[in-house]
């Protein structure tokens, strides 16, 4: 996604690149214990900051794994 201008402050939404939901499909997780053991789960790189409306822009915006 490339975005057209740099806007800065306003309310921020943390993307996950690949989904949230699907690292934890993928790694079984389903206790704390796993989630805090599985390290794909907290890698920063899977991760940017987007206001709403770029967001809402992401191929993968709100969609259920």
């Known amino acids: 996604m490339k975005l057209k201008r740099?806007?800065?402050g306003g309310k921020l939404n943390v993307h996950h690149?690949?989904?949230f939901a699907l690292i934890?499909?993928?790694?079984q997780i389903d206790?704390?214990?796993k989630a805090k053991n599985c390290a794909e789960l907290w890698?920063?790189?899977?991760g940017q900051t987007l206001c709403e409306k770029c967001h809402k822009l992401t191929d993968n915006?709100?969609?259920r794994i």
């Open 6 to 8: 740099q806007i800065r």
């Open 17 to 19: 690149i690949k989904p």
């Open 24 to 27: 934890l499909k993928e790694n």
């Open 31 to 33: 206790s704390v214990e």
């Open 43 to 46: 890698n920063i790189n899977n």
């Open 61 to 63: 915006y709100l969609k």
